[in-house]
């Protein structure tokens, strides 16, 4: 009976034993260097403050590029594009480059944008405006959403002072034509030359 006993205790000591060689045993955790994170970090930041220092980089070499191609009005870079569009595809090439529609803000800048649409896209033509009533008629906002600080539009027609086309007509152009630049309301669907526009900062 004693033999049999010390069969059963020696059979599950065996059995404890291969499930504990079984088990995987546990590592206990390494503990991390605070010093060597602390300068992975710090590698990390001059890695990343130096690829924001490239794309500024490239932002300003783009512009130049732009500056040199088109014109600098007040701080602005105009650059023409002869090609005729919808007003939203001419808006949307616009933003494609990082700029936005031309959008004069004092009557100067408008008669040097206007001398400057003449030489790039022809005497006689229009161009889009970053300036438009689609949300609320008769509300003109630039292409942020905030109301227009300058207007020049053309009021020389008695009968059918600009703007005038009302819901079907709600994207403004400026006139090379005429001698001071002025401006008048068009359907946006119309295809006109574009000039855009970009802030150096």
Request: charged residues 25%.
């Amino acid at each position: 009976m004693e033999l049999r006993g010390v069969c059963v205790l020696l059979g599950a000591l065996l059995l404890v034993n291969c499930s504990l060689q079984q088990t995987p045993s546990r590592k206990k955790p390494v503990k991390k260097d605070a010093t060597k994170d602390h300068a992975i970090e710090e590698l990390q930041k001059q890695i990343n403050d130096i690829v924001d220092e490239l794309n500024l980089l490239k932002e300003r070499q783009a512009l130049q590029t732009v500056c040199l191609k088109g014109v600098k009005i007040h701080g602005k870079c105009f650059l023409a594009d002869p090609v005729r569009k919808h007003y939203h595809t001419a808006s949307e090439d616009c933003n494609a480059l990082g700029g936005v529609l031309s959008t004069p803000t004092s009557s100067d800048e408008n008669d040097q944008l206007r001398d400057y649409v003449r030489q790039s896209v022809g005497p006689d033509d229009q161009i889009w405006l970053g300036v438009n009533d689609m949300a609320t008629e008769g509300t003109w906002v630039d292409q942020t959403g905030s109301g227009a600080t300058y207007k020049n539009w053309d009021a020389s027609d008695a009968r059918s002072p600009q703007p005038d086309g009302g819901k079907s007509q709600n994207c403004a152009t400026l006139s090379a034509a005429s001698r001071s630049g002025k401006w008048s309301d068009e359907n946006c669907r119309d295809e006109k030359a574009s000039v855009c526009q970009f802030n150096i900062v």
